[in-house]
């Protein structure tokens, strides 16, 4: 990916930079883009995140493929669940619902999740499924692989008389994913949660997190992930991920973008390209906001350091759905929440914290 990393600890430097810096319309990161006072809030109100919640096992030694691994290391993850303790680890407020197996992968998860602060007053046990496990890889040649063992897993039977509806109506932002939406009765679960949020006026947040392999066929994945679209607030994608959801078509085309993804009710619709950084678009403006280079050890968990960042920025201050200015400091600072992701095994291992995004400096 011809990426390489620079960290400086100045932190005292980095803040008066930083806070002095106007944003640039252009999107340079010079300066100009860095993380402001804004991106930098003492507290935040609830995010509950809603999904999967598993053991990722990581290769011991990187670039190799599943089958090449000599050992692999256990680490706690699953898109939702990461995001909620990536908002957590930058100060802000954060809870989880889903579900585990009544094992000891599953205690063991619900205890990191605690120590890292995040309320699992959601969470719910299953004796009857094991706890989800997926073994995931960067290979060489930079593409990730993914083995999942859920057959069914604990997270895929959380039924809708299970929720918490007290901690969804408390929430000023409800983010989710698409892999509960496979099977049942999660299925049923999310979509009682989504209705709970909506009508509490929580702000919507979506991030499909398209993996294939688990569902039935590509077009089964299409159309579950597109079945909940128009009610998101706050959608995130990646490239190929718009190049799967509309059939091929050019990811990096604005009139794509707007033409088959944007729907008259979301407030924002953000693209991530990796260490490029980010593109986004409202009803008012779009624009981009480049990324930092690093160093990839492994990229698990860089996109869900993303939302995190951005979330935690959201819950604190709704209104840079509105302000562009403030919108593009939120995002560079997710950005920088991926990168310093990546240069980490694992996904909620390598999250981080405030400290660590402010003193992070990429040139």
């Known amino acids: 990916m011809g990426l390489n990393v620079e960290f400086r600890c100045d932190l005292a430097h980095k803040l008066v930079c930083l806070i002095s810096s106007p944003i640039s319309r252009e999107g340079h990161h010079g300066k100009s883009d860095d993380i402001a006072s804004e991106g930098c809030n003492e507290t935040s109100d609830l995010v509950v995140c809603f999904g999967e919640l598993l053991i990722d096992f990581v290769p011991t030694e ?11 290391k256990k680490a706690p993850g699953g898109a939702p669940a990461n995001v909620a303790v990536g908002i957590s680890k930058l100060g802000g407020s954060s809870a989880f619902i889903g579900k ?12 990191i999740l605690k120590q890292n602060k995040v309320d699992i007053s959601g969470m719910r046990y299953d ?5 989800a496990l997926a073994f995931v890889t960067l290979r060489a040649d930079g593409e990730r692989e993914f083995l999942f063992f859920r057959n069914p897993s604990a997270d895929m039977l959380l039924d809708k008389s299970e929720l918490d509806r007290n901690l969804i109506v408390k929430a000023k932002i409800f983010h989710y994913g698409s892999i509960s939406l496979i099977d049942e009765p999660c299925k049923s679960a999310h979509l009682d949660a989504l209705r709970i949020a909506k009508e509490s006026d929580c702000i919507l947040s979506y991030d499909p997190n398209l993996r294939l392999a688990l569902w039935p066929s590509a ?3 299409r159309d579950g992930i597109m079945s909940i679209w128009e009610l998101a607030d706050v959608i995130k994608i990646s490239e190929e991920e718009i190049t799967f959801l509309t059939g091929g078509d050019d990811p990096y085309d604005d009139d794509v973008v707007l033409n088959k993804l944007f729907h008259p009710h979301i407030k924002l619709l953000i693209v991530t390209e990796g260490s490029e950084g980010c593109r986004y678009y ?3 403006f779009k624009g981009r906001v480049a990324g930092v280079k690093a160093k990839p050890v492994d990229t698990t968990g860089a996109g869900d350091a993303f939302v995190s960042g951005f979330l935690y920025n959201l819950a604190s201050d709704p209104s ?33 914290t405030k400290d660590a995004v402010l003193q992070f400096d990429a040139k």
Not at 62 to 72: D, H
Not at 127 to 131: E, H, L, V
Not at 327 to 348: H, P, Q
Request: aromatic share 8%.
């Open 127 to 131: 004796s009857n499924a094991r706890t």
């Open 219 to 221: 077009e089964a994945a």
């Open 320 to 352: 840079i759905l509105e302000n562009e200015e403030h919108l593009r400091k939120a995002l560079y600072f997710a950005n920088v929440c991926g990168a310093i992701t990546v240069t980490e095994r694992g996904a909620i291992p390598a999250l981080p």
């Open 100 to 111: 585990v197996g009544a094992d000891e992968f599953g205690y063991m998860l619900a205890d």
């Open 62 to 72: 990187g670039g190799v493929s599943l089958a090449e691994a000599p050992a692999f």
């Open 282 to 284: 409202t009803k008012d």
